[in-house]
C-alpha cells in the first residue's frame, strides 16, 4: 500500500536548520507531486509547498520563499524539506502528503496519503 | 487568519446530525476549486474524508457527506459516533495554486 514514513523528532536551536525526510513507498515516487504542511501546536495546518519529484521543481507558498528548500532523492524514493534560520514559532509537526494527481496533470489535487508526521521543536 | 472560514466548534448528541461549514471567496473555492476535507483525530496525521467536494475515499462510512456551492462548502455527519469526536478541515486552493486550509473545526460529541 501507499505510505509515507517521515524521519524521527528533531530538537534545534534558535538560528539553526532542519531538514525532515519523507521515505515513500508502495507506488512510483517520481510520478506524483509531494506537499508538505505543517502545523504548530494546537493550531490548524499550514501548506508550504511542493516538490515534483520528477523533475525537482518546486513551488513554495510565498510565506515560505527563501527560507525553505525542497529536495528528493529518486534512488531511494526519498523527499526532503530543509527549513533554516528557525525560531520559536517554527515548533511544530512537519508532514509530507502526497497528491493524488499524477506529475504533468495538475497541482491542485488532494492530499492522500500522509506521513505520520515529524515534531521539530526549536528552543534555546 | 485562514483564507477558508470554518467554525471554532460544534457539537451534537450521538445519533444527531452535525454540518460544518467552509467559507472562502471568488479566489478560491469560488474560483472553482474543489473542496477537500479532512478528519485529524488526536495526536494523529490528517486522513482524508471528503474529496473533490462530495466523493468519500473507500472504507470512509456513507454518515459524511460533503456539498459545495459557490464560495461556500459544507461537511455533513449524520448518525453521529463517538469515534467521530476529531479535528476537521477543508482545503481548497486559490488562483496563485497555493493550497489553502480552514482553520479547523473541532466536533465534540456530548
Known amino acids: 500500500q501507499v505510505q509515507l514514513v517521515q524521519s524521527g523528532a528533531e530538537v534545534k536551536k534558535p538560528g539553526a536548520s532542519v531538514k525532515v525526510s519523507c521515505k515513500a513507498s508502495?507506488?512510483?515516487?517520481?510520478?506524483?507531486?509531494m506537499h508538505w504542511v505543517r502545523q504548530a501546536p494546537g493550531q490548524g495546518l499550514e501548506w508550504m509547498g511542493w516538490?515534483?519529484?520528477?523533475?525537482?521543481?518546486?513551488n513554495y507558498a510565498q510565506k515560505f520563499q527563501g527560507w525553505v528548500t525542497m529536495t528528493r532523492d529518486t534512488s531511494i524514493s526519498t523527499a526532503y524539506m530543509e527549513l533554516s534560520r528557525l525560531r520559536s514559532d517554527d515548533t511544530a509537526v512537519y508532514y509530507c502528503?502526497?497528491?493524488?494527481?499524477?506529475?504533468?496533470?495538475?497541482?491542485?489535487?488532494?492530499?492522500?496519503?500522509w506521513g505520520q508526521g515529524t515534531l521539530v521543536t526549536v528552543s534555546s | 487568519q485562514s483564507v477558508l472560514t470554518q467554525p471554532p466548534s460544534v457539537s451534537g448528541a450521538p445519533g444527531q446530525r452535525v454540518t460544518i461549514s467552509c467559507t472562502g471567496s471568488s479566489s478560491n473555492i469560488g474560483a472553482g476549486y474543489d473542496v477537500h476535507w479532512y478528519q485529524q483525530l488526536p495526536g494523529t496525521a490528517p486522513k482524508l474524508l471528503i474529496y473533490?467536494?462530495?466523493n468519500r475515499p473507500s472504507g470512509v462510512p456513507d454518515r459524511f457527506s460533503g456539498s459545495k456551492s459557490g464560495t461556500s462548502a459544507s461537511l455533513a455527519i449524520t448518525g453521529l459516533q463517538a469515534e467521530d469526536e476529531a479535528d476537521y478541515y477543508c482545503q481548497s486552493y486559490d488562483s496563485s495554486l497555493s493550497a489553502r486550509f480552514g482553520g479547523g473545526t473541532k466536533l465534540t460529541v456530548l
Open positions: 473533490g467536494n462530495s
Open positions: 508502495g507506488y512510483t515516487f517520481t510520478g506524483y507531486y
Open positions: 516538490i515534483n519529484p520528477n523533475s525537482g521543481g518546486t
Open positions: 502528503a502526497r497528491t493524488n494527481l499524477p506529475v504533468g496533470t495538475g497541482t491542485t489535487g488532494w492530499f492522500d496519503p
